[in-house]
Nanobody, 125 residues
Framework: QVQVAESGGGLVQAGGSLRLSCAASGRTFSSDNMGWFRQAPGKEREFVAAISWSSGRTYYSDSKKGRFTISKDNAKNTVYLQMNSLKPEDTAVYYC??????????????????WGQGTQVTVSS
């Protein structure tokens, strides 16, 4: 059974940092792209960042470039999202997802087959 599970969310003050983790299990993910998305209350789920398991190449939404960093640990089958200089508008539920469909960059929600339950990130002003 394929599982994707996020952890590491919490409450942080504006300007602070958090590192989210995404543990993937249940199959070989070497052909997958791993993506981070987020959804704020009353808003649609939006793309944050993605990484290719095979090549390690990364892609970010424009507004996250420079503040967020996605990385992976092959040995642990875990993907990370390091978030720095957090702002109140970064408050959202953050989701990790795995998928093999579509093309690069994998920004479309529909290209991901497996999703975690999400982890809440709250940034106070």
């Amino acid at each position: 059974q394929v599982q994707v599970a996020e952890s590491g969310g919490g409450l942080v003050q504006a300007g602070g940092s958090l590192r989210l983790s995404c543990a993937a299990s249940g199959r070989t993910f070497s052909s997958d792209n791993m993506g981070w998305f987020r959804q704020a209350p009353g808003k649609e789920r939006e793309f944050v960042a993605a990484i290719s398991w095979s090549s390690g190449r990364t892609y970010y939404s424009d507004s996250k470039k420079g503040r967020f960093t996605i990385s992976k640990d092959n040995a642990k089958n875990t993907v990370y999202l390091q978030m720095n200089s957090l702002k109140p508008e970064d408050t959202a539920v953050y989701y990790c997802a795995a998928g093999r469909r579509g093309s690069w960059p994998p920004v479309s929600i529909s290209w991901y087959d497996y999703w975690g339950q999400g982890t809440q990130v709250t940034v106070s002003s």
